[in-house]
């Protein structure tokens, strides 16, 4: 296959191919070496695994939706007062192609800024609350879901832990066991491998196959666990803000029909000012 390594690589990492004391020696160590890469490449990934659920990051996640919802809440705010605006405005503008006299137009300003300016005004806010009480219940309702949804999480993401983490720990004794088998072979000198060496150096080849292979498992299993993980974490972000918004988007729709009838009358009163004669 394309993705092959060299011949070479097995000749100088496989203690089964080893001649001498010292071939044995120099090929041990590569091993012990690759063991501690792949347990510590599992234990990180366990560590990242892990980073989603401490204090610090349930906290951002909290705060990540309330600055959102802030945001929404904002916006409907801003079109709430915007449409008393608009219609103040077109009242405004309507006086201004009357040609009044400058004393009248003064007249009917002052009324229009003491009956009806404080009605908008007074419509707006009460509508911009309700809304914001609906939102603060629904963002708390939310809320509640979101950590019972992150707790439930967080306690599956632990026992997965406690059972790979054994495995990562695994590496680091077989790199431990490598390497003493190493020294012992420098030790005992040159020339050819006594017996009970070449046994040993067999078995604990043997045992770094089943174990690499084992972690190198785990560790394509947990990459594939992290990203599920990841994208529930998501997932239920999104879901918490999306169960706010459509309930701000319900309110709004329930109180539409009083909000514009409350703006008719307010317009309706502020053109009938200027239809009356100088009281």
């Known amino acids: 296959m394309a993705h092959d390594l060299p011949p070479w690589v097995a000749e100088l990492t496989d203690p089964r191919r080893a001649e001498t004391l010292d071939q044995l020696a120099d090929r041990l160590v590569p091993l012990a070496d690759h063991a501690i890469d792949v347990s510590r490449r599992l234990q990180a990934q366990l560590n990242e695994l892990n980073d989603p659920f401490d204090r610090d990051a ?10 959102r919802v802030g945001e929404a809440l904002d916006e409907i705010t801003a079109q709430i007062a915007a449409s008393g605006q608009e219609r103040i405005e077109r009242v405004w503008a309507d006086l201004a192609g009357r040609a009044v006299p400058g004393e009248r137009e003064r007249e009917l300003r002052r009324l229009l800024d003491r009956d009806v300016v404080p009605v908008l005004s ?3 806010r009460d509508a911009a609350e309700r809304v914001a009480e609906r939102t603060s219940a629904a963002l708390e309702e939310a809320t509640r879901t979101l950590l019972t949804r992150v707790e439930e999480l967080a306690k599956a993401v632990t026992d997965l832990i406690h059972e790979v983490l054994p495995h990562a720990r695994e590496g680091l004794t077989l790199a431990g066991r490598l390497s003493a088998l190493s020294s012992r072979a420098r030790k005992a000198g040159r020339g050819p491998i006594p017996g009970e060496l070449k046994s040993a150096g067999d078995e604990a080849s043997r045992a770094f196959d089943e174990a690499v292979a084992r972690l190198e498992l785990e560790w394509a299993a947990l990459g594939a666990r992290s990203a599920s993980v990841r994208a529930a974490l ?3 972000e999104e879901s918490a803000f999306s169960h706010v918004t459509e309930e701000m988007t319900r309110c709004v729709a329930e109180l539409a029909p009083q909000h514009v009838k409350a703006l008719d009358e307010a317009e309706a009163k502020a053109r009938a000012l200027l239809e009356e004669p100088r009281g």
């Open 122 to 124: 007074r419509r707006q």
């Open 58 to 67: 349930l906290h951002g996640r909290v705060e990540r939706l309330k600055a």
């Open 234 to 236: 998501r997932g239920a």
